[in-house]
């Protein structure tokens, strides 16, 4: 007798702790149910630009209108993709970049192929920690030649400051200067190859440069920024 009395106690005992469980689970997905629809900590911003972005931003898509479209804050991982070759490094090299955004990207409209990037860089950028991410995103930017442009944080941006950096002239040298320094010289006139050469006298005496293979033809060149 007293074995089944003791029976039932572990069955009762045992019965009510299913029970318990039960309803726990029971809350437990009631609470996340309100937490996913009301209590989450998230608010909406003013904007997804900081104050100085939305200066330079202003300033800008008054300024270039092509027939461009310019995003802000892309991540790096949207941008650029991982190449083969890395074996086991993969997730390495994701990680480096799927933290990293660029301020600016300017995307043809039709096809939303990247022609360019913008970072504005405010004071923060003297700190060593920040220069050290600034010359990864440079060598990034670099070596899948992807044109990036640098331009201070200012109070304002006038069209003669902004012309130093954004006419199609501009642009196009500057691409040509990338793709020199990735060994893929075209000339910024006409598209042909360049050849590089050593200026002899005049302002430039000395330094290299590429010249266009059309030469005399066209007269394109690209000046090589002069190391220090
Ligand atoms: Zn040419």
């Not at 991410?133 to 990034?140: L, R």
Request: aromatic letters at 12%.
């Amino acid at each position: 007798m007293g074995t089944v009395y003791a029976f039932s106690i572990v069955v009762g005992v045992l019965l009510i702790y299913i029970v318990w469980i039960k309803a726990k689970q029971k809350l437990g997905k009631d609470i996340w149910k309100t937490t996913a629809s009301k209590n989450l900590p998230y608010k909406l911003k003013e904007s997804i630009l900081s104050k100085s972005e939305t200066v330079f931003f202003k300033s800008f898509s008054e300024y270039y209108k092509k027939d461009h479209i310019i995003f802000t804050k892309v991540s790096l991982k949207d941008i650029f993709y991982i190449g083969p070759g890395t074996e086991g490094n993969y997730m390495k090299h994701f990680s480096r970049i799927s933290q990293k955004h660029v301020d600016f990207l300017i995307c043809s409209k039709d096809t939303c192929k990247p022609i360019f990037a913008i970072e504005l860089d405010d004071i923060s950028h003297n700190s060593k920690k920040v220069r050290e991410k600034d010359e990864f995103k440079n060598n990034t930017f670099e070596t899948a030649g992807l044109l990036l442009i640098r331009i201070k944080a200012k109070k304002e941006y006038t069209k003669k400051y902004l012309d130093e950096y954004f006419t199609t002239k501009k642009i196009k040298e500057k691409q040509a200067q990338l793709a020199a320094a990735r060994n893929e010289n075209t000339c910024p006139n006409c598209g042909a190859k360049m050849i590089l050469q050593k200026a002899i006298e005049g302002l430039h005496g000395g330094n290299p440069f590429y010249r266009c293979l059309k030469y005399p033809d066209c007269d394109g060149v690209i000046l090589l920024p002069i190391k220090a």
